[in-house]
């Protein structure tokens, strides 16, 4: 059974992946498709560009867009709505409180007290917004590549 | 069953597939689900993602419906309307079957609802029928049929007071 085409989608819930674009990031939206000989259901995903002008989504985000009434131009055809899991600082809905990939944070503190915590242990209350080490050790906010050639006039700063 | 792969390949049968009660509200757009792999409070949502998923997305093929592992320690659903209102559903300690039957009364259409759209499809479908919501509303507005007994009388043989009169 065919989809059909995520940018005419009202809502929509995509993770943010590394883009380009000045005002708009990309979302990569995973959504099942029917397979019609074996009736399973395959994930297919669709790439969407969405109006973020202030790019208040960094890659890996669960974002929820909108579509826009009117089309911004060929390809942005949806805005950001509200990032509903930013990557790293998960708030579960049901307690408020903050998790880490399963635990809750302040369960994690109680039991490192008790275990004894190094001085340099990670503290996630005073460690600084995501995106401070961009462009000098983190790299996920473009899409990186192998260095296949040396050029002269280019640094390549993305090349792995 | 062709291809009898994979576990429990009942789920991946037409019937099962058509046998899916949970039609969601036409107002809700993305239905995700959130659980863990493993942890024993989670395993009625994992059962749940199991069996009655492909029912759901089979059912409700404009909605996109995802599935996020491993994020937090709470299983839950959450589901977004189009008027930007969310739902969420806690599903901690909760079988397959309760969330199902919970999903059900909150955020699935009711069965007359589900009727009445059954039948206003099939009169949308079909334009050979008549009454109320069709095109005609009687049978003697079709060619081929006795014409309106208001407009044309109908032969004596037919009319009642005819056959019935003692004489």
Redesign the interface.
């Known amino acids: ?1 065919a ?2 085409a995520a940018s005419r ?5 995509g993770e943010c992946v590394p883009c380009v674009k000045h005002n708009a990031s990309k979302f990569k ?4 498709e ?1 397979d019609t ?5 395959f994930r297919k995903d669709d790439f969407v560009y969405a109006h973020d002008p202030e790019k208040k989504c960094k890659t890996g985000d ?1 974002v ?1 867009i909108e579509q826009l009434p009117q089309k911004m131009t060929r390809l942005i055809t949806h805005q950001v ?1 509200d990032i509903i ?1 930013p990557l790293g600082d ?1 708030t ?4 408020g409180k903050k ?1 880490v ?4 944070r302040d369960h994690i503190e109680e039991v490192n007290q008790v275990y004894g915590k190094l001085p340099t242990a990670f503290d996630y209350g005073k460690a600084p917004e995501r995106g401070w080490l961009e462009d000098k050790k983190d790299f996920t906010h473009v899409e990186t590549y192998i260095k296949y050639h040396k050029f002269k006039n280019d640094d390549q700063p993305y090349a792995v | 069953m062709p ?1 009898m ?2 576990k429990a390949p009942v789920r ?3 019937k099962y ?1 058509e046998a899916g009660k949970l039609v969601l509200k036409n107002e809700i ?2 239905f ?1 689900v959130n659980y ?1 792999v493993h ?1 024993a409070h989670h395993q009625g949502t994992k059962e749940f993602v199991f069996w009655y ?2 029912q759901i ?2 059912k409700n ?2 909605v ?3 599935t ?1 592992k ?5 299983p ?1 659903i ?1 589901c ?1 309307y ?1 008027t ?1 209102k969310q739902m ?1 559903i ?1 599903c ?1 300690n909760k079988s397959k079957e309760d969330i199902h039957e919970h999903l059900l009364k909150i955020i699935g259409k009711t069965r007359e609802t589900l009727e009445a759209e059954a039948i206003a499809r099939e009169k949308k479908d079909n334009p050979a029928n008549f009454g109320r919501g069709c095109d005609r509303h009687c049978i003697c507005e079709i060619p081929g049929q006795i014409p309106c007994p208001e407009i044309v009388p109908l032969p004596n043989h037919m009319r009642g007071k005819f056959i019935y009169a003692k004489d």
Not at chain 1, 29 to 32: D, G, S, T, V
Not at chain 1, 37 to 41: D, K, P, Q, S, V
């Open positions: 059974m989809l059909p989608s009202l809502l929509l819930l939206i995973k959504r099942l029917l000989n074996l009736l399973m259901y669960i929820l709505k899991y998960i579960d809905p049901i307690t998790v990939a399963g635990k809750f | 291809f792969k994979g991946r049968t037409l597939l757009k993305v995700t863990n942890g998923l492909p997305q089979y093929p404009n996109q419906v995802a996020f491993n994020m937090t320690p709470s839950f959450r977004f189009e930007g969420l806690d901690d």
